[in-house]
């Protein structure tokens, strides 16, 4: 009776673990897969400082949160300020609602709002630019947008549709619709 009592558990046993095995390999197969497209890289508070050949720092770029898609290699920023250093020019800043940063890291577009300003330095006045949807190039280090734009000084504020900023040479260049007002006693 001993025997038949092993067996009978032992069979018992057998449809148990069978059953159980079934319903983990059916639970396995519902859960979600991870996406080709979906992100694979998460990073809150970025901090990332770019330096050059000399190790003279080029550009400072911080975001709030960094997501990175690896299908196409493309980055996204949320709020990302990039600043941008020019050996003995002052500073330009420019901060943006989001950005991304594209596969060949050759560029990165600033959407929605964005504020680009010009810190003031010896002999150069501070400045301010209000636009959206900004492509910045940092190698060639200018930035470009075909929105409408408003320019501010202490001196000036001009509007145009279409600008290409030069950080190397602190040149603007206005594309069209270019308004404006300059006061020569500031």
Request: hydrophobic content about 40%.
């Amino acid at each position: 009776m001993n025997t038949r009592l092993a067996l009978l558990i032992g069979l018992f046993l057998c449809v148990l673990l069978t059953g159980w095995l079934s319903y983990s390999e059916r639970t396995l197969k519902e859960l979600p897969s991870i996406s080709a497209e979906g992100p694979d890289l998460f990073v809150d508070d970025m901090d990332l400082k770019f330096i050059n050949a000399d190790g003279l720092l080029r550009y400072h770029v911080t975001a709030e949160r960094m997501v990175h898609f690896p299908f196409d290699e493309h980055a996204e920023l949320a709020h990302p300020v990039l600043n941008v250093f020019n050996d003995s020019q002052p500073a330009w800043q420019i901060h943006s609602e989001r950005g991304e940063i594209t596969s060949g890291r050759n560029a990165v577009r600033l959407l929605g709002s964005v504020e680009i300003l010009r810190l003031a330095g010896p002999g150069v006045r501070p400045l301010e630019i209000q636009t959206r949807n900004v492509t910045v190039n940092p190698d060639e280090e200018t930035a470009e947008t075909a929105d409408t734009t408003r320019i501010r000084s202490d001196r000036f504020e001009v509007e145009a549709t279409g600008v290409h900023a030069d950080f190397r040479s602190n040149i603007l260049e206005l594309k069209s619709r270019v308004r404006g007002r300059y006061d020569r006693a500031g």
